[in-house]
């Protein structure tokens, strides 16, 4: 578990939150707008789910799914609430950021080659946005990742964030 400060659009302050491992009980729903199932995606092996909660009530602001692939640590799926999509009316940034940040983190307690590197497979559309918003390189196709340099700088902005900065 780490704490980290999302902002809230409304008030534009930090709010405390709080990434655990989830439950299956606790896991988003298609139905309530979800883009993912991530019921199924709990139950898979080898994988861990990561839920961002807000600590004053407990609601979940975003979801990350990592997995160990043989020396790698595998980043395959990130989503943030429906809430906190597109520019208007969103009620929380740096959930994204926090998420990706933490799964960052994790990639330093790999041994191997793979130390510091975080893997994926983005959408097309996105490629871009994760270049631009999280230093991620392309490898091949829609293959990305981030090395341990802009690791270490996403673990800095997004988890390393005190109450009073913005």
Same mark, same amino acid.
């Given at each position: 578990?780490?704490?980290?400060?999302? =902002?809230?659009?409304?008030?534009?302050?930090?709010?405390?939150?709080?990434? !655990?491992?989830?439950?299956?009980? +606790?896991?988003?729903? $298609? $139905?309530?707008? &979800?883009?993912?199932? &991530?019921?199924?995606?709990? @139950?898979? *092996?080898?994988? +861990?789910?990561? =839920? =961002? $909660?807000?600590?004053? /009530?407990?609601?979940?602001?975003?979801?990350?799914?990592?997995?160990?692939?043989? /020396?790698?640590?595998?980043? /395959?799926? !990130?989503?943030?609430?429906?809430?906190?999509?597109?520019?208007?009316?969103?009620?929380?940034?740096? !959930?994204?950021?926090?998420?990706?940040?933490?799964?960052?983190? @994790?990639?330093?307690?790999?041994?191997?080659?793979?130390?510091?590197?975080?893997?994926? !497979?983005? $959408?097309?559309? =996105?490629?871009? &946005?994760?270049?631009?918003?999280?230093?991620?390189?392309?490898?091949?196709?829609?293959?990305?990742?981030? /090395?341990?340099?802009?690791?270490?700088?996403?673990?800095?902005?997004?988890?390393?964030?005190?109450?009073? *900065?913005?």
């Amino acid at each position: 578990m780490i704490n980290v400060f999302i =902002l809230n659009k409304n008030t534009n302050q930090l709010v405390e939150a709080e990434i !655990v491992i989830g439950t299956l009980q +606790e896991m988003p729903q $298609k $139905k309530e707008g &979800w883009g993912f199932d &991530w019921r199924t995606e709990f @139950q898979k *092996e080898d994988t +861990e789910v990561f =839920l =961002l $909660k807000l600590l004053s /009530d407990a609601s979940v602001q975003g979801v990350l799914s990592l997995r160990k692939e043989a /020396d790698m640590l595998v980043m /395959d799926l !990130v989503e943030i609430a429906p809430h906190n999509k597109g520019r208007e009316n969103k009620r929380y940034s740096y !959930v994204a950021g926090c998420l990706i940040a933490y799964a960052c983190k @994790q990639t330093f307690k790999l041994e191997g080659s793979y130390y510091g590197y975080l893997v994926f !497979v983005s $959408k097309t559309a =996105l490629i871009d &946005w994760y270049r631009n918003n999280y230093y991620a390189q392309q490898a091949i196709g829609q293959k990305m990742f981030i /090395d341990s340099m802009n690791g270490n700088k996403l673990i800095g902005e997004y988890l390393n964030r005190n109450k009073n *900065e913005k």
